[in-house]
Every structure is written in C-alpha cells, then in structure tokens.
T-cell receptor, first 117, second 108 residues
C-alpha cells in the first residue's frame, strides 16, 4: 500500500528559530499533499494544500508567511515553520493522495511533534 | 458553511458493538471517510463511502446517506486495542475535513 514518510518525528527548537518538516511519498507520486495541525485532544485542522510545481493553497486563517510550503517534486513536500513561538507547538501531520486509489487514497505520515521553548 | 458533528466519547465493554454517528454539512461532497487515531499516532484509514449504503471491512462497517448528510461507523466485537479516537472526514472538493473525533474507550 501507499506509504508516506514524515521527518523528523519530533523536534524541539528555540523561540524565534525556523523548523523544516519533510513529507515524502515513498512508493507513489503525489501531485497533491496536505498539511494538518493537531492540538492535544483536538481534531486535525487542515492548514494548506501543497501542489507540486505551484503555490500552496492555504486555509482561511493560516499565515502563509509563517508556514512556508514547498512542493518541489512529485514525492516531497516541506513545511517550514518560520520564527517559531511557543504557541506554534503542536502535532503537524502531512497527507498525500495516491491517485491510483481514487478517493480512498489519502495516506498520512506519522506526524511531527514540535515543541518551541 | 461547513460543519461536522460526532459524539465526543463512547464507552463500551469488550465484545460489544459501538456505532459512531456523524452528521456533516459541506460543499463539493465526494464521500465520507473514517479514520482511527491512537494517542500520539497518525490517523489510519478505516473505511470510505462514496455512495449510499453500507461498506463492510472486517469488524468495521460504515454507512452513508447522502440525502441526510449522515453516516456512521460500526465497530463490532470490540477489542481493547480498539480504544482510540475515531474521526469522520468528509471529502470536500478533494480535501479531507476532520470532525472533532469520538474517543472510544473499551473496558474489560
């Protein structure tokens, strides 16, 4: 089945620094990937849709200058949290769509737990 | 606008059957997915309904009524390992939107 790899699985950074999270589709090409954010005991909130070769589409209320998304190849999307602050501490999860599986084909990465100190 | 409702928590004993209801309101509806998530883990796909009716996958079944904007996930023969959060996720214009999740607690 489709596999999505996400790295790092956890990261601690100092306030004001930037953190990059990678999301890779290992055995399929993904023209579209999705980035979610989840606070403890809460739902997954869609942040943005990452489109290969074009600009990401951000959901309402998500700061595009703070959460930079790059989807430079058919198997890799990156999310960079710029000038991180403690309130950015959260669980970030990516998802990639395997078009071979139609609307069943949304596979999630294992997530990245970001702690900003 | 968009809205999603599902119960916040359900408790049941091992071997029981649990039904998690989901009502949604969304545009560009393609179908309804269900995901399971254990604490600290990634969501894992359980079931998907594009058309009205029941889909059965082992101990898990899912139902959809597009006209009622309603679906449910049925968990049968509950096991301790089924203790987790369950999310309904309507596919809206090709994007999955997640509900608040239902915490299922399975007791011995």
């Amino acid at each position: 089945g489709a596999v999505v790899s996400q790295h790092p699985s956890w990261v601690i950074c100092k306030s004001g620094t930037s953190v990059k999270i990678e999301c890779r589709s290992l055995d399929f090409q993904a023209t579209t990937m999705f980035w979610y954010r989840q606070f403890p005991k809460q739902s997954l909130m869609l942040m943005a849709t990452s489109n290969e070769g074009s600009k990401a589409t951000y959901e309402q209320g998500v700061e595009k200058d703070k959460f930079l998304i790059n989807h430079a190849s058919l198997t890799l999307s990156t999310l960079t949290v710029t000038s991180a602050h403690p309130e950015d501490s959260s669980f970030y999860i990516c998802s990639a769509r395997d078009l071979r599986q139609g609307n069943y084909g949304y596979t999630f990465g294992s997530g990245t737990r970001l702690t900003v100190v | 606008g968009q809205s999603l409702e599902q119960p916040s928590e359900v408790t049941a004993v091992e071997g029981a059957i649990v039904q998690i209801n989901c009502t949604y309101q969304t545009s560009g509806f393609y179908g309804l997915s269900w995901y399971q998530q254990h604490d600290g883990g990634a969501p894992t796909f359980l079931s998907y309904n594009a058309l009205d009716g029941l889909e059965e996958t082992g101990r898990f079944s899912s139902f959809l009524s597009r006209s009622d904007s309603y679906g449910y996930l049925l968990l049968q023969e509950l096991q301790m390992k089924d203790s987790a959060s369950y999310f309904c996720a309507p596919n809206s214009w090709g994007k999955l939107q997640f509900g608040a999740g239902t915490q299922v607690v399975v007791t011995p």
